[in-house]
């Protein structure tokens, strides 16, 4: 039996910026996405500078110069939407179908799961919980019950194969098979997923995911998002920062937040 202990994030797309020619300003930021979030938010004002050249005899404005001041002003200010030109997707891995339950609730965020009812689970392998400890007796009862279940699965699927052998599409066959099959695997069933969405919706999720009444493995999901982020875009994720609280859990806090 295959025991998932980490989640895997693997970050499938990022943005490309490429400007609009007849406007005559470039960001300094090398991040495409924080580039777009800038444009976004200096177009509301026009404050591109006076020599950006926009039609239309606007009055331009300069504005702040860089694009840390420009984006924390932006945070600061809770101008959120504008965080919502900066988008990503992510591959993530090594997850209970329990936590993607969770994950799928943020309805700003795109998804692709893995099919349980196209894919045959037989030899699906299990996360396990983070509360429990390899070694103890918690850890005997868990991995007793996902073997078994496993056991059950195999055993349910031959026997609805069986039963449904008549049916003209093998397709068909294999879906009903195996859709009846997975209602006896458990909550901690490893799945993946691909989740599309923009930087004010993936922070929503490091919030409410990453505070200490959150999930512990979406918990740890939240971190490990925020990891990836931080590394892609400091300026959009910058200002996250991990604290311990008295009671020893690693939690996400932010001075912006809800922006
Ligand atoms: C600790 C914790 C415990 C939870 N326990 C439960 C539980 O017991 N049972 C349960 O069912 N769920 C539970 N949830 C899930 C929770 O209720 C939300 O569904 C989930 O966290 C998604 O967040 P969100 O509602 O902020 O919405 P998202 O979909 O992430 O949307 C982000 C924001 O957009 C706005 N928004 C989105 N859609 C609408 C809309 N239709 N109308 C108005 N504004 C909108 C809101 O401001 C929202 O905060 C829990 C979540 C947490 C973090």
Not at 15 to 26: D, K, T
Not at 107 to 134: K, W
Not at 146 to 152: D, I, Y
Not at 172 to 181: D, G, L, M, Y
Request: with cysteine.
């Amino acid at each position: 039996m295959h025991v998932f202990r980490e989640p895997r994030v693997t970050l499938l797309t990022r943005q490309q910026y490429l400007g609009a020619p007849h406007i005559q300003w470039s960001g300094d930021s090398p991040v495409a996405a924080e580039t777009v979030a800038e444009f976004a938010g200096r177009l509301c004002y026009l404050s591109f500078g006076p020599d950006a050249g926009f039609e239309g005899g606007h009055k331009l404005i300069a504005g702040r110069t860089r694009n840390h001041d420009y984006l924390a002003n932006i945070l600061r200010t809770r101008h959120g939407s504008v965080l919502e030109h900066a988008v990503w997707s992510l591959l993530i891995e090594g997850v209970s179908r329990a936590l993607t339950h969770e994950l799928v609730r943020h309805r700003h965020l795109s998804f692709s799961q893995l099919s349980q009812r196209y894919v045959d689970e037989s030899e699906v392998g299990f996360v396990l919980p983070p509360e429990i400890e390899e070694g103890t007796e918690a850890f005997e009862i868990w991995r007793r019950s996902c073997e078994r279940s496993l056991e059950e699965y195999r055993a349910l699927l031959a026997r609805i194969e069986q039963q449904v052998k008549d049916e003209p599409s093998a397709t068909q066959r294999r879906k009903r098979a195996r859709q009846t099959a997975r209602s006896v695997l458990p909550n901690a069933a490893e799945t993946k997923i691909v989740v599309t969405g923009n930087a004010r919706a993936w922070r929503h999720v490091i919030e409410l995911r990453g505070a200490e009444g959150a999930e512990t493995e979406i918990r740890r999901l939240a971190i490990a998002l925020l990891r990836v982020f931080q590394a892609e875009a400091p300026e959009l994720f910058g200002d996250y920062r991990l604290v311990r609280t008295p009671s020893g859990v690693e939690v996400v806090e932010t001075d912006f937040r809800g922006v």
